[in-house]
C-alpha cells in the first residue's frame, strides 16, 4: 500500500473544500472518501486504489433514516447498511430493500458498510483486483483479460468490448426498482439525479462507473412514499447460500387488482454492467393477467437483449427463472 495523506472532516463543506483543494493541487491524483471502508481499504491494500488523500466523512453526521414530508424515506449516506435492512419504516414499506440488504455480504460487514459505499462498491471481477493482469477499468487502455479469460460470474446486459464487469451490490438493484434519488453535493453545488441515471454502462470508458465529478459527495437517498397496495420482494440466486455474490438477482415492486398488474417495476442484478433495470418486461406486465403466461413472457422479454460471454449462457435461463419466481413471489403465485 503506498502512503497516503488521512484528513477526518468536520462539515460537507471542509469535505467537499479538501477532495476539490487536493483534486487541483494535484492535477487530478485521486482524493477518496471513507466512510466504511469496507471496499476501498481492501482495495488499497491490493493496490488497485491508490489515493494520495483519503478524507474521512464518518463525523459529518449523514447516519439519520428520517420519513420525508411526502411520506416517502430519506436515507443519510452513513447510515449503516444492517441499520437500513431493520428499520421499521423500510421492514414495512420497502421490503425489497429489506431483503436485498441482508442478501449481500456477511452480518458483520453489514455492522460497517454504509449506504453511499453500497451505492458506489466496485466491482468483483477477479482481474480488476489483481494488479499482475490486464483491466481496462483499474488501468484503462490495458485491455480486458476478463472477455477470453474466466468470466462465468460475469455480465450479459450492458457490456463492451472494453469491459464485462458486473455492478456487484444488492442494494443498488431494490434502489433501481423504487426509482432512488440520489442526492449529491460538490463543487457544483447540490444536485438529485435520479437513480436509473447515476450508474454508467463501460462503454470505452468503464473506468467511469457513475456520473460522479471529482470531490462530489453523495449526502443522502431519498425514497418516493410507497405505492400503494404493492407488495415487494427480492430473490437472488447465487452458488452458496450466504456470503455470495449474485449469479442472477431481480428486486420487483408489484400492485395487482382484480387479477390483473396494475403497476410493476422491476430490476435485476448478477447480470448487468450497472443495476439493470427491466422496462421492456413491465411493459408486458402492466395490465396483463397475473398469471404463469404473463410472468414467463416478461422473463423472456426482459433477457432478449442478453449477450453471453464463453462462459455465461447459463445466465441467460438462470435470469429469466430468477424474475419470474420474484414475480411469483411478490404476487402470492408461490411462497418460498
Ligand atoms: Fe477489468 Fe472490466 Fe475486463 Fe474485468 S471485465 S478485467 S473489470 S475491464
Known sequence: MDSFQYTRARTITEAIGIAAQANTAQQGAPVRFLAGGTTLVDLMKLDVE??????????????????TADGGLRIGALVRNAALAHDPAVVRDYRVLSEALLSGASAQLRN???????????????????????CNKREPGSGCSAIDGENRTLAILGT?????????????????????????????GIRAIA??????????????????EPGDLVTHITLAPPHPGATSRYLKLRDRASYEFALASAAVVVEAASGRFRYVRLAMGGIGTKPWRMTAAEQVLTG?????????????????????????????????????????????????
Open 288 to 336: 396483463a393477467a397475473v398469471d404463469e403466461g404473463a410472468i414467463r413472457q416478461a422473463a423472456t422479454v426482459a433477457l432478449r437483449d442478453a449477450r453471453p460471454q464463453s462462459e455465461n449462457g447459463f445466465k441467460v435461463e438462470l435470469a429469466q427463472r430468477c424474475l419470474a419466481h420474484a414475480l411469483r413471489l411478490a404476487t402470492g403465485m408461490a411462497s418460498v
Open 160 to 188: 463492451s468490448s472494453h469491459c464485462i464487469a458486473t455492478n456487484p451490490s444488492d442494494m443498488n438493484v431494490a434502489l433501481a426498482a423504487l426509482e432512488a434519488t440520489i442526492h449529491v453535493q460538490g463543487t457544483r
Open 195 to 212: 437513480f436509473q441515471d447515476f450508474h454508467l454502462v463501460p462503454g470505452d470508458t468503464p473506468h467511469r462507473e457513475t456520473v460522479l
Open 50 to 67: 491508490r489515493p494520495t488523500r483519503v478524507v474521512d466523512i464518518n463525523k459529518l453526521g449523514l447516519d439519520a433514516i428520517e420519513r
Open 112 to 134: 460497517v458498510a454504509t449506504t453511499s459505499g453500497n451505492l458506489l462498491q466496485r466491482t468483483r471481477c477477479m482481474y480488476f483486483r489483481n494488479t499482475a493482469m490486464a
